[in-house]
């Protein structure tokens, strides 16, 4: 009997934390924090790890920015290849230190008793619509801000990009924010799936892909939401669980007021119902409105349960002693 | 009756060709030239692919160091995460790329005939022995040139960096070139072949890494030889072939004098005693040494053959029409 299959989608701050700038001790601190919560969970389900990487891809855009000019003169590549590339830094890092952990401490495979599970991280595309609404209304702020005359001057030079002024904080570029519709890699994700393996897919949301006509796949200059695209991920591979993991305890009420109150078991219709009512409050300016989708939208997707909480917190989560669990 | 197995090896100009900076255009046009003629070995083989990364981790070195000062002040990561960077980057491109063309006029999928044969990319650890004499004697130069000021400023700061002066171009930090031992993911690779699929692995010669007393690999700054990695990968996936595709169309004697000779057919043999007559001329300088090397290794390793050739000749080679074919 195959034991229940679990994906988890980690929050940028199981990479790099608040105002850290993220160098390698940080991250390899962070992640090793993050993977001895993981290993709580690792007897009881095969799993399937997501994760953001907004501060890498942030970093990677400066450094491209910085290094065009004299007497570096690099080239600045397009935000589908940074989002490549922090699949390979971050896959890496979960990829070597949870794996080291499991080596040491983790079960045994399930195929190959002598040995422990193993961890290996797939460069994943994920596929959205061309006609996605999010083209025509870019809104995700990504990489440096710029004064009002780079602004203008990028303008010229990349009439296609959308400069907007950031309240009092400079001009930055935006990017559309589409809806995943597909993991493209989804197969090779199965596959090693059932040879047994822990997998890391579909980091940063994904590398973005439109299909043309033909069928074939190509990259744009877009960012997906890590929850939604960690949803469709959860959908593609047949999980019973969906965990968000973040930086709070669970979902509240009436967030970061006197009347707070922290939500332990909902059904969808409850969260829906809260969501018309505007009852979670400000927690929704921040990054719980996508999480609340995600979770939404895996439970209408036949999903059993998705966990919203913190990495430390995962494990009693599972077994219903913490944090906030939906239901359909 | 599966088909042969075979690991081709992608050299730098297979991404970035001579002079160029490597832009995004510029990747896509060059790899998109290589796919096509893998297109033509993909019938009849099943294929693994590994590729070069020195012009991709160069621009990254160049950019984080760019991006280091004010600014921007973002950390500089260290050669084990560059790498892993540049696996996730030429990756993507590659299954991307490679994908498309399997889609619209690739044969069907030996475990699913409704489909296509389908890429993926595994990030790939490489292991490599701790007590390897490199360590003690880096000689791979990376990174930017720097000025004797600048270059006694590292020292200072990085007493474990080794810089040297590079005759008349400035000083430059050198690292160790160790031999790999493992394919860390070679299972990975393998589960995925049996699944069908073509796998790039091992790019840029795999992330460094040394294992522990405890069995736990850890990242190390080194760069290993993508010839010889890739070595490792085809005798670990049991390949036939290995083909190391280059800017050559074949291997000469008395390379580029009078009395140059192509090579078709040649055993290891009369490779090792070539060898040491010094007969290859002056093509050992370049890369050609780090070939015939990993070469003879396959043989010695129970490898079939190892074809030298350029991407264009590739598929003529392995009908033994073109290249050089070496044999046991």
Redesign the interface.
């Known amino acids: 009997m195959l034991k229940p299959l679990l994906v988890i989608a980690l929050g940028g701050n199981a990479m790099i934390k608040g105002k850290q700038?993220?160098?390698?001790e940080e991250q390899i601190e962070n992640i090793t924090e993050t993977a001895k919560q993981i290993m709580k969970v690792v007897p009881k389900n095969r799993v399937v790890i997501t994760h953001g990487n907004g501060p890498q891809v942030g970093?990677?855009m400066?450094?491209?920015?910085?290094?065009s000019?004299h007497p570096?003169?690099?080239?600045v590549?397009?935000m589908?290849?940074c989002g490549?590339?922090?699949?390979?830094?971050i896959?890496?890092?979960i990829?070597?230190i949870l794996?080291?952990l499991l080596?040491?401490e983790g079960p045994p495979s399930r195929l190959n008793p002598q040995e422990k599970i193993?961890v290996?991280?797939?460069?994943t595309?994920v596929v959205v619509s061309k006609d996605d609404p999010a083209f025509q209304n870019p809104t995700k702020p990504v990489g440096?801000f710029y004064s009002k005359e780079q602004a203008e001057s990028i303008r010229t030079e990349h009439p296609e990009f959308t400069i907007i002024e950031d309240a009092g904080r400079g001009y930055r570029r935006v990017v559309p924010s589409p809806d995943p519709t597909e993991i493209y890699?989804k197969?090779?994700v199965n596959?090693?799936l059932e040879?047994g393996?822990i997998v890391?897919a579909g980091g940063g949301g994904g590398?973005p892909?439109i299909k043309n006509e033909?069928?074939?796949?190509?990259?744009v200059e877009a960012v997906i939401d890590k929850d939604l695209a960690g949803e469709r991920l959860a959908v593609d591979v047949n999980a019973e669980t969906f965990a968000i993991l973040t930086d709070t305890d669970r979902v509240y009420l009436n967030y970061n007021t006197p009347n707070a109150e922290g939500i332990n078991t909902i059904t969808r219709a409850e969260v829906q119902k809260y969501l018309d009512e505007g009852a979670f409050g400000t927690s929704l300016k921040g990054s719980m409105g996508p999480k609340l989708r995600a979770a939404l939208r895996f439970i209408k997707d036949g999903g059993k349960r998705v966990i919203i909480t913190s990495p430390e917190l995962a494990a009693d989560a599972l077994e219903g002693k913490a944090g906030t669990t939906i239901t359909p």
């Open positions: 700038r993220g160098t390698i970093n990677i400066l450094q491209m920015e910085a290094g000019h570096f003169n690099r080239p590549l397009p589908d290849i490549a590339m922090t699949q390979g830094q896959g890496y890092l990829q070597n794996g080291n080596l040491k193993k290996t991280t797939i460069v595309q440096p890699e197969d090779q596959k090693l040879a393996f890391v590398i892909v033909d069928s074939t796949v190509q990259g």
